[in-house]
């Protein structure tokens, strides 16, 4: 069964750091661009940050600066560093990825608090 599993998520403090992973079940998945999303409560779900096939990285605004999306075709994984967590970071965060970037994991709740 194809399917993407994220893991790496928690409860963390402003100014901390969080690593994502986003395991897909399948080598397929390396050759297609994959992302990372997020959804708070009460608002529509937005990218996080893009690589595509070939490495090349696009990140929100909000990310910029602060997260580093990555990839590891060998071990079928992709990250995402998350620096510098400020509390409106909190939201669920979910890979997307595979061909017409159809496959979503279930989710992995981040949570930004004192």
């Known amino acids: 069964q194809v399917q993407l599993v994220e893991s790496g998520g928690g409860l963390v403090q402003p100014g901390g750091s969080l690593m994502l992973s986003c395991a897909a079940s399948?080598?397929?998945?390396?050759?297609?661009?994959m992302g990372w999303y997020r959804q708070a409560p009460g608002k529509q779900r937005e990218l996080v940050a893009l690589i595509t096939r070939g490495g090349v990285t696009n990140y929100a605004g909000s990310a910029k600066g602060r997260f580093t999306i990555s990839r590891d075709n060998a071990k079928n994984t992709v990250y995402l560093q998350m620096n510098s967590l400020k509390p409106e970071d909190t939201a669920v965060y979910y890979c997307?990825?595979?061909?017409?970037?159809?496959?979503w994991g279930q989710g992995t709740q981040v949570t930004v608090s004192s």
């Open positions: 997307n990825g595979g061909s017409r970037s159809r496959y």
């Open positions: 399948e080598s397929s998945f390396n050759f297609y661009a």
